[in-house]
């Protein structure tokens, strides 16, 4: 005689019941049987509520990994049966040590977001109910890594790179501001320099294409059918463009005791090459030691105002924003085209004010409204 | 706050799977290694305990001590099959091995053998468990600064001793501190050091590869009540704190766009023609005329005027001495240069 044991059971309790009758079940239950028998499930007033109750039930399990597959029963009807392979959802042995689980307790800490939070409290859950001792957080002591919200996207794109599925959201472009619809085919998603990027083929193109996640500004829907299409074999690092560019040597000269944090990846001119920058210095001028005019002084001088200093970069233009953003602590000496493009920004940067001699008020709003 | 029914079916099936190896166990102890309260595991046995195969005669349920459970303890007693912990699903052994991935590239644990063995160990025994190559999602934090600034400070604060650093600010001033370190948050594109500064006598976080120069000296750390209380996340808002700051109103060609995405602002006003205006509160005079002074060619306005001069008045300054420089404008190198 079926008899719930309580009139209304609550979901997870419901839930509980069916993975234990299905796991149980001798060959599989059909859905006549789960209604009847199962603790929880003739608590639905009518059959379309019952359908919708077990379907959903379905969907839970299987996004726990629990699957629950449908087999034939045999005999004379066409009816489906349910149940549960435990083999198709164990967990393999795993031996962590208490080290190793403190290192998995701190990547939990590591995601800001609510979705990747749950997936990751999730898989301690499970892991700890494999056994092992309790997590030692020695190892790591004091560290605390973690990594920005990656936003609403990385659910459905999650979903859709497992499924293969395309998806469609509309962005804004950088170069011009622009919105516009895109249709995808998602690879990966990869955080880089505080950014987050989607790596995908842009059907739209019908070439490999990276978005950044902040610029996509609607929600990112799934459409179209599972296994679209294959994700190749590729370098996150190469398809962003990254790593790329070679090292090369900027030479600088720096105030004394001006642009540390520069100075902490620089290293002086080999003195032998000194001689060749100290006649093309500024002037230590602007408020330097008193009265150092005197010709004779000139590369004396020169050469106490300034430290000459050999910076690698990557970048030309992360170059010249760095060195214009010293002001006038800093001149670029070389190569020829950093200098320019610091120029470039200093120069703008000047206009930006009212200037000494043009005092209209009006004139920020008027003189910026196009570039 | 409600919890919901998939979590907590993970947790019922995760007690009996656990139980069903581990014998008797205290209430307090399961739920520390499930991370819930000890009613709410009393709860979960309660309802583990009338829960079972149709039927649902007393044979057909999963069964506990009675004994025990009045003494606090757990000792499951038949639990009707329900024995395997259940598998990682995609998306958790995403999570999972994207997180591990990032933190073994740290310079923290790079900078560390002990650590990095542990992590790569942790790394290895995942993938073998989950058979998922996992490369869905792929994060790469900061280098997080110097070798050996990183190492110092690793050291310390597993050694619990004070720090000594040199270290310059946004506002390029360089300063000599003693710090007792607390954590190491390495965060997207920097890695903070979170320390009780004795020079400002208070809580401070410094941005690492600022940090020229760290010594670990053998001073003791000291308490200092209210630091660090563990929490992951860096606080943004208090780094660029000051509600009384005035405001500052900044229109940005759409090439500027990472500006209002990587710093905090007050607003984001997107305009028809794909520009954008932000506000933000003036908290770091210094670095914002200097980011505004990198960013130029892509700033349209700069609002109140006296921002904008002074941004202008240090650019005219820096004009002036490359001005007085004598290279010469037509591009010769010092290859070629005598």
Redesign the interface.
């Known amino acids: 005689m079926p008899s719930p044991a309580a009139p209304a059971l609550n979901p997870a309790e419901r839930l509980l019941n069916l993975v234990i009758a299905l796991v149980n079940t001798n060959a599989a239950m059909t859905k006549q049987q789960v209604r009847t028998a199962v603790a929880g499930y003739s608590d639905a007033p009518s059959d379309e509520a019952f359908e919708r109750m077990f379907e959903r039930d379905k969907d839970m399990l299987r996004a726990l990994g629990i699957p629950v597959v449908t087999v034939g029963t045999g005999g004379h009807t066409d009816e489906l049966g349910y149940r549960i392979d435990q083999d198709a959802y164990a967990l393999p042995p795993i031996d962590l040590t208490p080290a190793e689980l403190g290192v998995l307790s701190l990547a939990a800490q590591f995601w800001q977001d609510k979705t990747l939070q749950t997936d990751i409290n999730r898989a301690m859950v499970k892991l700890r109910a494999a056994g092992a001792g309790d997590p030692s957080a020695d190892a790591l002591a004091g560290l605390a890594p973690s990594v920005r919200a990656v936003g609403d996207a990385y659910g459905p794109l999650m979903e859709a790179i497992e499924a293969r599925r395309a998806v469609t959201f509309s962005y804004r472009a950088a170069y011009n501001g622009a919105v516009l619809t895109r249709h995808v085919e998602p690879w990966r998603i990869a955080a880089r320099d505080g950014g987050w990027y989607l790596m995908c083929f842009d059907r739209d193109r019908q070439a490999p294409r990276v978005f950044r996640m902040s610029r996509i500004e609607s929600r990112v829907r799934i459409t179209g059918p599972t296994d679209a299409y294959e994700i190749p074999d590729f370098e996150t690092d190469v398809m962003l463009g990254k790593a790329h560019g070679e090292v090369r040597q900027a030479v600088v000269a720096v105030r004394p005791e001006r642009a540390g944090a520069l100075r902490a990846r620089a290293k002086p001119v080999p003195d032998g090459e000194r001689e060749a920058y100290n006649g093309r210095l500024p002037r230590p001028a602007g408020g330097a030691d008193g009265g150092a005019d005197d010709r004779a002084d000139d590369r004396a001088g020169a050469r106490a105002g300034w430290d000459i200093l050999e910076v690698p970069y990557r970048s030309l233009s992360g170059m010249a924003a760095e060195a214009a953003g010293y002001g006038a602590a800093l001149v670029v000496l070389e190569p020829q085209a950093v200098r320019e493009e610091t120029l470039r920004r200093l120069t703008a940067a000047a206009a930006l004010g009212s200037g000494p001699e043009t005092g209209s008020t009006a004139g920020t709003q008027a003189e910026a409204t196009r570039g | 706050m409600a919890?919901r029914?998939?979590?907590?079916?993970?947790?019922?099936?995760?007690?009996v799977?656990?139980l069903d190896?581990?014998g008797p166990v205290p209430v307090a102890d399961l739920a520390?290694?499930?991370?819930t309260t000890p009613a709410q595991i009393q709860k979960d046995v309660d309802?583990?305990w009338?829960?079972?195969?149709?039927?649902?005669w007393p044979d057909d349920l999963?069964d506990f001590d009675a004994a025990s459970i009045d003494r606090g303890v757990v000792h499951l007693t038949e639990a009707?099959?329900?024995t395997?912990?259940?598998?990682?699903?995609?998306?958790?052994?995403?999570?999972?091995v994207a997180?591990?991935r990032?933190?073994k590239a740290?310079g923290?644990?790079q900078a560390d053998p002990?650590?990095s063995a542990?992590?790569e160990?942790?790394l290895g025994?995942?993938t073998?468990?989950t058979?998922e190559a996992a490369?869905?999602?792929?994060?790469?934090?900061a280098p997080g600064g110097?070798r050996q600034v990183v190492a110092a400070i690793?050291s310390a604060?597993?050694a619990h001793r004070r720090l000594r650093i040199r270290y310059?600010t946004s506002s390029?001033?360089?300063s000599e501190r003693e710090v007792d370190?607390?954590?190491?948050?390495?965060?997207?594109?920097y890695a903070y050091l979170a320390a009780w500064c004795y020079r400002a006598a208070a809580p401070r976080t410094f941005r690492v590869?600022?940090i020229?120069e760290a010594v670990e000296t053998d001073v003791p750390v000291q308490e200092h009540p209210g630091v660090g209380e563990p929490?992951?996340?860096?606080d943004f808002a208090a780094l660029f704190a000051g509600g009384s700051s005035p405001l500052a109103t900044i229109?940005f060609?759409?090439?500027a766009?990472?500006f209002a995405?990587?710093v905090p602002v007050e607003s984001v006003r997107?305009?028809p023609?794909?520009?954008?205006e932000v506000t933000l509160r003036v908290t770091n005079p210094g670095w914002l005329?200097?980011?505004?002074?990198?960013?130029?060619?892509?700033?349209?306005?700069?609002?109140p005027?006296p921002l904008?001069?002074?941004?202008?008045?240090?650019?005219?300054?820096?004009?002036?001495?490359?001005g007085?420089?004598?290279?010469p404008r037509d591009?010769a190198?010092?290859a070629n240069?005598?």
């Open positions: 919890e029914a998939d979590d907590r079916l993970l947790r019922l099936l995760g007690i799977a656990y190896g581990a520390k290694r499930f991370g309802a583990l009338v829960s079972g195969t149709p039927g649902y999963i009707r099959g329900m395997r912990p259940l598998r990682l699903g995609t998306r958790e052994a995403v999570a999972l997180a591990l990032a933190m740290t923290a644990v002990a650590r542990v992590v160990s942790a025994k995942l073998d468990a058979g490369s869905a999602v792929d994060v790469r934090l110097d690793s604060l597993v310059v390029d001033v360089v370190p607390v954590r190491l948050h390495t965060q997207d594109e590869d600022r020229l929490s992951a996340e860096i229109r060609a759409p090439r766009r990472w995405e990587e997107n305009l023609d794909g520009d954008f005329r200097s980011t505004l002074i990198q960013l130029a060619p892509y700033v349209r306005s700069v609002a005027r904008a001069d002074d941004v202008a008045g240090a650019a005219r300054e820096a004009l002036d001495v490359y007085a420089s004598s290279v591009g190198t010092s240069h005598h």
